[in-house]
């Protein structure tokens, strides 16, 4: 028996669809998905699912074929993967009208 820690990837992904969505209805989308993704963030148009790295490329080909959301038509676009939360939210979602950070300051401090 392998006493290994699973390792993790975070797939972040934006929606374009002709509203923003609740997080009810992504969450519905994912359950028909295979691997099972977990959803970790969403947010309107944008959010970050989690599957382990044996299956990172099967979840981002899932995310892809969803065509439907809500009754709506969709297009999923995968916009990067990373092996943390931190480093997938700060590289792939973040926020336009954040003020930019200087540079060597360490937020998390």
Same mark, same amino acid.
């Given at each position: 028996?392998?006493?290994?820690?699973?390792?993790?990837?975070?797939?972040?992904?934006?929606?374009?669809?002709? *509203?923003?969505?609740?997080?009810?209805?992504?969450?519905?989308?994912?359950?028909?998905?295979?691997? *099972? %993704?977990?959803?970790?963030?969403?947010?309107?148009?944008?959010?970050?699912?989690?599957?382990?790295?044996?299956?990172?490329?099967?979840?981002?080909?899932? %995310?892809?074929?969803?065509?439907?959301?809500? =009754?709506?038509?969709?297009?999923?676009?995968?916009? =990067?993967?990373? =092996?943390?939360?931190?480093?997938?939210?700060?590289?792939?979602?973040?926020?336009?009208?954040?003020?930019?950070?200087?540079?060597?300051?360490?937020?998390?401090?």
């Amino acid at each position: 028996m392998s006493t290994r820690r699973p390792r993790y990837r975070y797939i972040a992904f934006r929606l374009e669809g002709p *509203r923003p969505f609740r997080r009810d209805e992504v969450l519905e989308a994912l359950r028909t998905t295979t691997p *099972r %993704l977990r959803l970790v963030d969403f947010a309107g148009t944008s959010g970050l699912v989690q599957t382990n790295h044996l299956d990172k490329d099967a979840a981002i080909h899932a %995310l892809t074929a969803i065509g439907t959301m809500g =009754g709506e038509r969709v297009r999923v676009t995968t916009v =990067g993967t990373s =092996g943390t939360i931190r480093a997938a939210t700060r590289k792939y979602l973040s926020r336009v009208d954040s003020p930019p950070r200087e540079p060597g300051k360490n937020p998390y401090k």
